[in-house]
């Protein structure tokens, strides 16, 4: 089972209207939500692939309880910490054309016992669980330390852990040493203050990441060739060019793509092409982190993968 941990999740809802503008009011043509949130988003994706996963997080107030009945429809597994703070809801204006706009409310600041309530947890989850993802943003101070403490818990059961985030929160869980690290290259450049534009910067961001004890480092840059390695081997893909619709999730399809891949006990290089699909696919579509087997494995095949040699 892979157990997947959001810690900022959100009520997403998308309200179609006809054409967005300042100052007026507008009667929406219809509304659709859905449970979002980073590690939730693995979790659909690999459910949708046939591998067992359970989420967790924190959820609170009306909005968190709107978000756990919407994951039951989906028939999801999960497991949440329920919060004194609301969470949040993120509006996204979509037009006719396919413009949209979106607005995120603030994150829920989690009490301290509800981030201790969450590391038992993760805890309990981590002893029946292969995998654990620690997906996306951390809501604030008081929550940074869980995906390091999640990745220690990982080690400590024996198992992997995927660490996908930005910022402390990132910074803290690289500590912990976990098997697979995927931020986006910009969230690498915010994290380390740097910033990435010859082959080798990224190349050298990659093995960074290695060194600080990763098994597996992924960078990825959007419809973008991306980078990524292991141990002394490097690749750049190239994702299979896509009209993109709603990337958001991409990465988090990416990241189930690959744990898939393992799943099915492939080569890494294997798993980069279809994780590389898996997020073009995801892009395509409005609906996020739900495509099917075949679909990825369409893309597949349009991948380009090419070993990066490094210059001592
Ligand atoms: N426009 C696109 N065209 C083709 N492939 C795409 C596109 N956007 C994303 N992908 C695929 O998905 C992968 C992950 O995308 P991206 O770098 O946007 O992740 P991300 O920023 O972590 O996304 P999120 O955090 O919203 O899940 C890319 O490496 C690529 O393979
Ligand atoms: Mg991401």
Redesign the pocket.
């Known amino acids: 089972m892979v157990t997947t941990i959001t810690l900022n999740p959100m009520l997403d809802k998308t309200i179609y209207v006809d054409r967005l503008e300042r100052g007026t009011i507008h009667r929406a043509l219809k509304m659709e939500m859905v449970a979002g949130g ?1 590690g939730i ?1 693995v979790s659909r994706q690999l459910k949708r692939l046939g591998i067992n996963t359970i989420a967790t997080g924190f959820l609170g107030g009306e909005v968190g309880s709107i978000v756990l009945r919407l994951l039951t429809e989906e028939s999801m597994e999960h497991d949440f910490v329920r919060t004194q703070a609301a969470t949040r809801e993120g509006l996204t204006y979509l037009e006719p054309d396919g413009a949209w706009t979106a607005m995120f409310e603030p994150p829920l600041r989690v009490e301290q016992s509800s981030a201790h309530e969450l590391s038992r947890k993760i805890g309990e989850l981590a002893s029946k669980s292969t995998w654990i993802v620690c997906g ?1 943003s951390s809501p604030g101070d008081e929550a940074d330390e869980i995906f390091y403490e999640a990745i220690v818990l990982a080690h400590r059961n024996g198992i992997s852990s995927v660490l ?1 985030s930005y910022g402390r929160a990132f910074e803290l869980g690289l500590k912990a040493k976990p098997t697979m690290v ?6 690498f450049e915010m994290t380390f203050h740097q910033s990435l534009t010859t082959e080798s910067d990224h190349v050298r961001a990659v093995q960074f990441l290695l060194e600080q004890g990763a098994q597996y480092s992924i960078l ?4 973008h060739m ?1 980078y990524a390695g292991i141990q002394g081997h490097f690749w750049k ?1 190239t ?4 009209k ?1 619709v709603n ?8 990241v189930a793509g690959i744990l898939y891949g393992f799943h099915q006990g492939w080569k890494f290089e294997r798993c980069l092409a279809f ?6 696919a ?2 395509r579509v409005w609906e996020v ?1 739900n495509t099917n087997l075949q679909e990825i494995l369409s893309l597949e095949s349009s ?1 380009k993968i090419q070993r990066v040699s490094v210059k001592k």
Not at 182 to 187: H, I, S, Y
């Open positions: 980073k988003n996306g996908d995927k931020p986006n290259k910009r969230e990825t840059n959007g419809g991306f893909v994702p299979p060019p896509t993109a990337p958001t999730g991409s990465g988090d399809a990416l994780g590389a699909a898996a997020g073009a995801n892009a982190a991948v």
